[in-house]
């Protein structure tokens, strides 16, 4: 099926550092969300950007939706042990289209 | 209750055999949805359930998967004559419209041996 490109795939970082990761498509989205997954459980909803050229943040995260509404990215600042597990970027086609995902970046976190 | 709630949460099945996989949705959500997930890859969308509308299918990888919402609450997934290729988790997912932020399960783990 269809799949947003999502890099990178995985990161090992120290601990304290900054994580950057990012969505693009060659089609155009009207929403972008952002998912973390822990392992054995379901996708925990993290942000959601409803605007073109939409920054928000929760706590240490930051998202934005890119102005060509074609991506979006994700930055975690000063990563901590708990940050880690899989990260889905997820976009939405139209006013009413199914939601798309990313394959996942996977995160490890040094303490 | 207060979250998408899955059952069983994993299940181990002979190949040939059918299964089924539960979603009780959040209540109140009209929008339902499933979504596979084989190891290390990212959600695959299976069916889409609105109300009582049709649903929408085009997600689902063959004729051996079907899916049923009764009363427009609790969802059933079968898959019949189960395939090794089909061991993954399966996702389900509610939402108040279509087109609103989903929330997921934490999913039924299925492997075919």
């Known amino acids: 099926g269809q799949q947003l490109n999502q890099s990178p795939q995985s990161m090992f970082i120290q601990e304290g550092e900054d994580v950057s990761m990012n969505c693009t498509s060659s089609?155009?989205?009207?929403?972008w969300l952002w998912y973390k997954q822990d392992p054995g459980e379901g996708p925990v909803l993290l942000i959601a950007?409803?605007?073109?050229?939409e920054l928000t943040s929760n706590g240490r995260l930051t998202a934005q939706f890119g102005i060509t509404r074609k991506d979006s990215f994700l930055n975690i600042s000063a990563s901590i042990p708990s940050d880690v597990g899989i990260y889905f970027c997820?976009?939405?086609?139209?006013?009413?289209?199914?939601?798309?995902f990313g394959k996942g970046t996977k995160l490890s976190v040094k303490p | 209750g207060a979250g998408v709630s899955q059952s069983p949460s994993n299940k181990v099945t002979e190949k040939g055999k059918d299964v089924e996989l539960r979603c009780d949705p959040i209540?109140?959500?009209?929008?339902l949805y499933w979504y596979r997930q084989s190891l290390g890859q990212g959600l695959e969308f299976l069916i889409y359930?609105?109300?009582?509308?049709?649903?929408?299918k085009s997600g689902l990888p063959s004729d051996r998967f079907s899916a049923e919402r009764t009363g427009g609450s609790v969802s059933t997934l079968t898959i019949q004559r189960t395939q090794q290729e089909d061991s993954a988790v399966y996702l389900c997912?509610?939402?108040?419209?279509?087109?609103?932020?989903?929330?997921f399960g934490e999913g039924s783990w299925l492997t075919v041996v």
């Open positions: 997912a509610s939402s108040p419209l279509r087109g609103y932020t989903i929330y």
């Open positions: 359930f609105q109300g009582n509308s049709a649903p929408d």
């Open positions: 089609s155009i989205f009207n929403t």
């Open positions: 209540s109140g959500h009209t929008a």
């Open positions: 950007l409803y605007k073109a050229g």
């Open positions: 997820a976009g939405q086609l139209g006013s009413q289209g199914n939601l798309i």
